[in-house]
């Protein structure tokens, strides 16, 4: 007789189920409706002379239409009525979570509630690749080698089985880091190399402009002919339909700069040297009383190069430095190699740029700085470049953004604009939260820079997983934040000296919290897939954990996955070849509309007292090692539940996941459901609810990502 009771007790869970979950309800409702309109059209066209050849026949079958028509408005009504009370309860339980929150916190709460729009793309999926190094083979490594030592990263590296291998494991751009004209010990004719003091390794940085109008002589086969190998490029990319992004340096230039494009848009045309500021001059300039010593400008470089006395380009003038330096003789950790802009505001003077001009003033009627980036921008635009990462944004007034933003989009309106931003650094030029400002003005989306911190603090600090959701209701921004665990400003996760020293493993843990929270732009940075360490000295920087971007280089571990320009990884070990696979689950799985189009709900608050959460040695509280959070979409009824181990060695037992009420009603399912929970990282492992989640184990850094089915 148990076995009735079993079967009446599944047929009644799965009644409530139906009616208690929205996505089954209406797929209910179109099967009746669908059986209706079937029926009927039988009946009008299909047996209508069978049912005249008895009142009976005629009478049953369309007593039945009418009865199961009823039955269709009447559910329909029922869930009408279900919709109503479930959006009450819904924000019964917003209610009940933002009570005793301030208002601030409370709007910023609310504002991430809100769906995304359904129509708009996929969001950015973007590859971080330096031409430089990115197709390099040369295995020579000589630290501090010339091009010729040591070889360098041509635009037609980049070819169709690099393109196609990156499409494939689910990326959508290609941000390609350095393109611009950069100041070099490179000379290449009618363009001689940079002088020695001006620069950070013999390659020069990426981010000391020497022409805004063109690229790097070094990408190119044929130098000569470098905008033109990079058109192909950009050619070959759209075939592949990656969209490409190129920097955009709007703080600073290189002390060289001057275009050889276009000579009459170079800064510092026509400058009032006298000035300190001037509302039209490109530059600040330094006068006889400000420190340092006075004329002529002393870099910190100059006794380091056995080639170079002093450097003489600014015998009788001195400008400002891109860090805003005001000193004759700049520090090896200023930013001397290049030069500030002004953009019509002294920031001597604070951050008060209220009396900037609007984002509707006319060219004529905005500062000379801002005409000639809107050139700049204009230029790659119809060149057929998609966006732009935006280096130090916050730097730079937000009149300006305003201005150049709007009329970028006017010249195309799916423009991606992606700010690098610091809310912290006293440089900022706003008071209010840089990051809601930015996207304010126009950008697509900012840095979390933040939630980095955070999760390399876990494995290098002692910070706690808890911490994560401290960061998630203090702006607008959430659904807008570029995130990453890695770019070429920040350390190798595979490096043993930072991360904790625990390699491939800590990326895991790290990438799969920073790509699955939000619906902002996710990047991943080349090298990173396959565990490149950054290990020893490369040149100008030593031996930082990173790799180097000032000279040439070539990367061990990428170079396995290049093999000669196959970009078939056949040189990988097989723990590389996994780490590669692994990171293009989490791509895909990340694709899916939970991750896409849905909203987020964290699980550590209502598992803080919770003994079997993943609890350490004499840990009183639980959520220093074990993560989880929930992501649902409503549109499609996707959720999910993704569960996190940051430990890195020990594997942990045991697991209880407790999944509050509200937590049901946020995903609009009947905790009364035994609900399968599909581990999509895991190769179809399923967990069953049963009244509460139990996991066996989860290993060091090991990551569960369970779709609710």
Not at 597 to 613: Q, T
Request: proline share 6%; hydrophobic share 40%; glycine share 8%.
């Amino acid at each position: 007789m148990a076995q009735p009771a079993h079967s009446s007790r599944n047929s009644k869970l799965l009644a409530r189920a139906i009616l208690h979950d929205r996505q089954q309800r209406r797929k209910l409702l179109a099967n009746l409706l669908f059986g209706v309109l079937f029926m009927m059209i039988l009946g009008l066209w299909v047996i209508d002379g069978w049912l005249g050849t008895s009142p009976w026949y005629f009478l049953f079958w369309w007593l039945g239409c009418t009865i199961l028509t009823g039955v269709v408005v009447l559910f329909a009504l029922y869930d009408m009525v279900a919709v109503v009370r479930e959006e009450k309860e819904t924000m019964a339980g917003d209610h009940n979570q933002l009570v005793g929150k301030d208002s601030a916190t409370l709007e910023a709460m609310l504002k991430m509630r809100t769906k995304a729009p359904m129509g708009k793309p996929t969001r950015p999926v973007i590859y971080q690749l330096m031409v430089r190094l990115f197709g390099n083979t040369n295995e020579r490594r000589k630290p501090h080698g010339t091009i010729q030592e040591n070889g360098c990263g041509k635009f037609v590296d980049i070819n169709e089985a690099a393109l196609k291998s990156l499409r494939k494991m689910g990326f959508t751009h290609v941000w390609l880091t350095g393109v611009l004209e950069q100041a070099s010990g490179t000379s290449y004719p009618k363009r001689p190399a940079d002088d020695a003091a001006l620069l950070k390794g013999l390659a020069g940085s990426p981010y000391a402009i020497r022409d805004y109008f063109d690229v790097c002589p070094d990408y190119a086969v044929n130098p000569e002919r470098r905008i033109d190998e990079f058109k192909a490029l950009l050619a070959r990319c759209k075939v592949h339909g990656l969209k490409v992004i190129i920097d955009f340096v709007p703080n600073h230039v290189a002390r060289s700069y001057q275009s050889d494009i276009r000579p009459e848009l170079s800064f510092g045309n026509d400058d009032d040297r006298s000035a300190f500021f001037s509302w039209d001059n490109h530059f600040f300039y330094l006068q006889p009383g400000h420190p340092g010593g006075g004329p002529p400008l002393k870099l910190p470089t100059a006794d380091l190069h056995a080639t170079t006395r002093n450097y003489t380009g600014e015998k009788d003038f001195g400008r400002v430095t891109g860090n805003n330096s005001v000193t004759w003789a700049p520090s090896i950790n200023d930013w001397y190699e290049t030069v500030k802009l002004n953009y019509g505001h002294d920031f001597t003077k604070g951050r008060d740029t209220s009396g900037l001009p609007g984002k509707d003033a006319s060219p004529g009627n905005v500062p000379k700085t801002w005409r000639t980036m809107d050139e700049i921008l204009a230029y790659w635009q119809g060149m057929g470049v998609h966006g732009f990462r935006v280096d130090m944004a916050h730097m730079v007034p937000m009149e300006f953004w305003r201005w150049a933003v709007k009329r970028a989009r006017q010249r195309q309106p799916e423009v991606f604009f992606c700010a690098e931003a610091y809310d912290t650094d006293p440089a900022k030029l706003t008071d209010a939260n840089v990051f809601e400002e930015l996207i304010a003005a126009g950008f697509d989306a900012v840095y979390d820079d933040p939630l980095y911190d955070l999760l390399e603090g876990i494995f290098d600090e002692g910070k706690w997983a808890n911490d994560i959701d401290k960061l998630f209701f203090k702006g607008s921004y959430f659904h807008q934040s570029l995130r990453y665990t890695e770019n070429h400003d920040e350390v190798r996760i595979s490096n043993p000296k930072v991360w904790g020293g625990h390699g491939m493993k800590a990326g895991k843990a790290a990438t799969a919290v920073a790509f699955g929270i939000g619906r902002g732009p996710q990047m991943l940075y080349s090298g990173q897939e396959v565990g490149e360490p950054a290990i020893g000295s490369e040149g100008f920087a030593g031996d930082n954990s990173r790799t180097t971007i000032f000279d040439y280089w070539c990367m061990p571990e990428l170079a396995k996955w290049v093999n000669t320009g196959k970009y078939d990884g056949a040189r990988l070990s097989p723990e590389q070849k996994a780490l590669r696979a692994w990171y293009g689950k989490l791509l895909e799985i990340t694709s899916w509309p939970a991750f896409t189009h849905g909203e987020f709900y964290g699980l550590n608050h209502a598992n803080a007292g919770n003994p079997l959460y993943g609890r350490v040695g004499a840990e009183t509280w639980s959520g220093h090692w074990l993560y989880s959070f929930m992501r649902h979409d409503k549109e499609t009824g996707q959720s999910f539940l993704i569960v996190v181990n940051f430990h890195p060695d020990l594997e942990l037992k045991h697991i209880r996941v407790e999944i509050p009420p509200h937590a049901w009603s946020f995903i609009n399912l009947s905790p009364d459901h035994p609900w399968r929970f599909k581990d999509h990282l895991a190769e179809e492992e399923i967990h069953i609810w049963d009244g509460e989640l139990l996991l066996n184990s989860i290993p060091p850094c090991g990551v569960k990502m369970m779709e609710i089915v």
